[in-house]
């Protein structure tokens, strides 16, 4: 009989297999119910009306003919996604579950990805905790159940960590590496933090003489430049104008303020405006764990661990730069954390895995280690102490700040004991197989309460257009994007001075208008702009959604003036 306090020696063959079970799980939770709405109660941020927005071009393509039919095209914006989802439309069709097929194909090759680095710098016990965690993560999996830019790129994310991690032992793996770091930037622009975290990465590899590890990091440096130059030359500079408004126009100058007032206003809510970190609460803790030891031994670990800190500070400072409110930003630090707490559960099994305490918990790193301190310290306690605070942000950040400031005020007057004896503590093998049901039980269950509450609104939304309008019609707002993947409607996105905005007055080619009526101007002002603008207009028919956390909401099919447009019902 094995001791339970050690890892399983689990065979070659013993592996597959049980990934291979994962991997089933993986696919059954994407794929199961494909025509469902995401989460309305309880909601992680998935906005399903960006569907059809982000896959514009692709379905255009497919159905007309060519790319571009109008001034809206995110098609440079997010050209991988565009060509995998036309992909996905020339083979099955255009429809919601054709469009949601990438990222529910993307998401299981992530959880294989993920495994196989983890088994590879860890255990292969750890690789299986990993691949398990990230299967069933339910955030996660609500993202890859819709067609949404964050999957895809999540997705790219964790298949190049994977290939710098097969790096270090194969040098040519660091091509994969560099391809899909700049796949995941051209889903996203959002992951360009990864093509730098690669780059920092293999030139700290080869400044700290890690020679082990060297060839791999020039593979993965050299990759990067070529890859990276043959995206310059054949898509950004030919398409110049449209990168730059589409990719800094439109996604950084309308960004929140960037002033130190609202600096300071994302660092306090960080952990305490959504659910994110609340909901995966002990896989955040375990990798706040595992990122500290990191921190500690960061000069001397193995490539593929030490970028996880890398991804993890910069993803944390791009979105600190940025935004903070919406919660789909958050999505790409869930692989990162997941990989951290399978090491502490499948290979270290204690909190703190720094052997030599004496030597990385010296006075010396004090000093920088503090601020690094306080920060994690107030994620992991404002991500609970939120829970007793909902909807009230100034409440849960002064008890939180309190909170974590005492601890680690505690933390600085003992050191190092704190540090030192949660190095030493460590639990058996079984210990982390408990903690590992409990995590998978309550992403479980989540995602039970969501089945038991499940709707087809949005799907029904669309059927119902389909019937309604004849194929080619012209329908202007965003909501026509939205409940276009069921159609042959030909939507007219409105965007803040982007898309087709100059024009949005005079396009009485367009008889028609969707968008929200309850709640009204969901899609944002310009909408409304756009209604005031035809007094005449009369609603031909509403459809109910789920959107917003009531999940009743209310869409109408209007017309711009009586007669504008042949509606219809088809018989």
Known sequence: MSDPATPPRLSRSQFVVVLFLVLMAAAGLRSIYPLADPPSHASVGVV???????????????????????????LFITPVMTGLEYVSFWVF??????????????????????????????????????????????????????????????????????????????PAWGVLAAIAAFLAYFSKATGVFFVVSLALDALITLTRRQRAYARG???????????????????????????????????????????????KDRITWFPIIHDFFSRMWIVTLLGIGALAAIAARFRVLRPGERVLALWIGFGTLELLARDVGN?????????????????????????????????????????????????????????????????????GVRVSATIASLVALAILVTWPRVPRALSRHSWGFGASLVVVALIVAADLAQFGRWVAVRSYKNYAAMRAIADWLPPGTLVHGKLANGLALESRIRPIFIGRNFGNYRDRFSRDDVPYILTYT???????????????????????RTFELSETSSGHDEAALIEKWPGAGQGRKRE
Request: charge should be positive; hydrophobic fraction near 55%; proline fraction near 5%.
């Open 48 to 74: 399903w009306h960006d569907e059809g927005a982000w896959v514009h071009n692709a379905r255009n393509r497919a159905l007309f003919g060519a790319w571009i039919q109008d001034d809206w095209n995110p």
């Open 93 to 170: 069709g255009v429809g919601l579950w054709q469009a949601r097929l990438v990222s529910d194909i993307l998401g299981v090759l992530s959880v294989l990805a993920i495994a196989a680095g983890v088994a590879r710098i860890a255990t292969p016990a750890a690789g299986l905790i990993a691949g398990l965690l990230l299967a069933t993560n339910y955030v996660y999996v609500m993202y890859d159940r819709a067609a949404v830019m964050e999957a895809t790129m999540v997705a790219f994310l964790v298949i190049a960590w994977w290939g710098y991690v097969r790096a270090s032992d194969a």
């Open 217 to 263: 990091a020039i593979w993965t440096l050299g990759s990067l430049a070529v890859v990276g130059l043959a995206a310059l030359l054949l898509f950004i500079v030919p398409y110049w104008d449209q990168y730059h408004f589409y990719n800094w126009e439109t996604s950084v100058t309308r960004r929140p303020s960037y002033s130190l007032t609202a600096l």
């Open 327 to 395: 919660e789909r930003y958050f999505v790409y630090l869930i692989p990162p954390l997941v990989v951290l707490a399978a090491l502490v559960l499948g290979r270290d099994r204690r909190l703190l895995a720094i052997d030599d305490t004496r030597e990385r918990l010296s006075p010396g790193r004090l000093a920088w280690l503090t601020p690094f301190m306080l920060f994690i310290l107030y994620v992991a306690v404002g991500s609970i102490v939120r829970l007793a605070f909902r909807f009230q942000i100034r409440p």
């Open 518 to 540: 309850s709640p009204p101007g969901l899609e944002g002002q310009v909408i409304l702009e756009v209604l005031a603008a035809y007094p005449k207009r009369r609603i031909l």
